[in-house]
């Protein structure tokens, strides 16, 4: 739903979008015929191409943004050191800390469904499909990290700028069947090609089947509380999967500040400093002997701990503005051009192999958690090292969902927010909640309703999941978190 209250964007997603949008206006005008009727200054329709630039740049920001630093500092992946970081990784998250992630999200939602009302009117079918597995793919973000949200009723725009809300049981189902329209749609490969303006995958219908499949697979694992047998049935049914990491869903950035990676514009081009990954992460890999290390951190850059690679305490203050101290994120996801991951072949064969875990196939599960890791290894240039890695007892898989679940937790370092849902389904890996918190000890289990919802939603609120409990509600579980 569009927001009335305006958070400002980064002046360097600003400009990167700008970027992408001269690029999708430059195309379709070189496409389009003059029309003497039409004012070229005040034009009656965006194309879909600029909305589909504009909507990818975006989900890109926001889910390098604010949907991996909060979860990241609750799944002790970072332990920010002062400042918000810092306040995440006390878990003092409160309605205001949500408001850029909840009115991100739903601004990337309507330029996907203008999107979807664009081309089901033109009969652009691999637009529309785009159009809804995006769409499918940011609802779910939104309702795994805040339950019950408005989906039947939102992006509506002028019509109700008060929606109600949906139970997460009833999106789930909702979600799922938009996938499989949306994969239908694009499998028809009819109407305009999105080419350059689809920035993930070049327009290609191949690959966003797979992507189609591979969220549904993720979806569906999700309620393996609720519906133990649901992703292995449709495993079985021998999907086109991401099975290999040059078929990554990513969204890619460039070597300049003002098109930068988002966690690199915060965590270095603000100036800011104040984030840290965790020690929790950083010592396991440590025992592990794990060659990701110099990728997935920057050693400690002063100082006489310079070139060791050290993480924070969770919810520790202990201020390390000199960078003296703590690593920060490494260059395989915050250098100036990393991608952005949206959902990797290293996650599918995750997924596969914790199916394959409780469907009690020890054959698959250990193929697929072999390639998981190697298929990680090889999206960040280290092929020659997975054999090893694997080699190693406390790596190899060992017929336990916590060896899957550990692995995949250090993997999805990529994708905190995935990794979240995981410890919610699971309980896997083990954490200790941070040493100061504003919790009670409990580990958020969902995010608080925004603000800006608040002020003006309440009433649907209200009638819906309830204002939230500053801290309290953190602990309470979304429907598929038994």
Request: hydrophobic letters at 40%.
């Amino acid at each position: 739903m569009k927001k009335i209250q305006i958070i400002e964007k980064s002046k360097f997603a600003n400009r990167l979008l700008a970027f992408f949008l001269t690029i999708g206006l430059l195309f379709s005008s070189c496409n389009s015929e003059l029309d003497i009727n039409a004012d070229p200054n005040n034009p009656t329709k965006v194309p879909n191409s600029t909305l589909l630039a504009s909507a990818e740049v975006n989900l890109g920001y926001t889910i390098g943004g604010e949907a991996t630093r909060m979860p990241a500092n609750i799944i002790q992946h970072y332990a920010g050191h002062r400042g918000q970081p810092n306040e995440y990784s006390r878990y003092d998250i409160t309605p205001s800390s949500t408001d850029g992630l909840w009115t991100n999200i739903y601004d990337i939602l309507i330029d996907l469904r203008a999107i979807e009302q664009n081309a089901s009117q033109s009969g652009d079918k691999i637009y529309l499909g785009i159009s809804q597995i995006l769409q499918a793919y940011t609802f779910s973000v939104a309702t795994d990290a805040f339950g019950d949200i408005p989906f039947t009723q939102s992006l509506q725009l002028s019509i109700n700028i008060t929606p109600g809300y949906d139970k997460q049981e009833a999106i789930y189902p909702a979600l799922i069947t938009l996938i499989e329209t949306g994969i239908a749609n694009v499998s028809t490969n009819q109407g305009l090609n999105p080419g350059t303006s689809d920035i993930i995958y070049g327009g290609s219908a191949t690959k966003w089947s797979k992507f189609g499949n591979s969220l549904k697979l993720r979806l569906l694992n999700h309620l393996s509380l609720r519906n133990p047998s649901a992703a292995l049935t449709f495993l079985q049914t021998n999907p086109s999967l991401i099975t290999a990491s040059a078929d990554n869903a990513k969204v890619t950035f460039f070597a300049n500040p003002a098109n930068a990676n988002p966690i690199h514009q915060f965590d270095v081009l603000s100036g800011r400093k104040d984030n840290a990954v965790a020690n929790t992460i950083v010592d396991k890999m440590k025992t592990l002997s794990d060659p990701r290390i110099p990728v997935y951190f920057y050693p400690v850059a002063n100082g006489t701990l310079a070139g060791q690679y050290l993480g924070n305490i969770p919810g520790d203050d202990d201020d390390d503005s000199g960078e003296t101290k703590f690593s920060r994120t490494g260059s395989a996801y915050a250098s100036i051009a990393s991608p952005v991951m949206l959902l990797s072949a290293a996650e599918v064969h995750f997924i596969r192999s914790e199916v394959y875990f409780r469907a009690s196939d020890p054959t698959n599960a250990t193929s697929a958690f072999n390639s998981a890791v190697t298929e990680d290894f090889t999206s960040l240039g280290l092929t020659a090292a997975a054999a090893g890695y694997l080699a190693n007892p406390l790596v190899a898989y060992d017929g336990t969902l916590a060896r899957i679940m550990e692995q995949k937790w250090i993997t999805m370092f990529q994708g905190s927010y995935e990794s979240w849902v995981d410890w919610r389904r699971t309980g896997l890996p083990v954490l200790t909640p941070s040493i100061s918190n504003r919790t009670s000890g409990v580990i958020p289990r969902r995010l608080s309703y925004p603000q800006i919802e608040i002020n003006v939603n309440g009433a649907s609120l209200q009638a819906g999941p309830g204002i939230p409990l500053p801290y309290v509600s953190l602990g309470t579980k979304v429907w598929w978190d038994l």
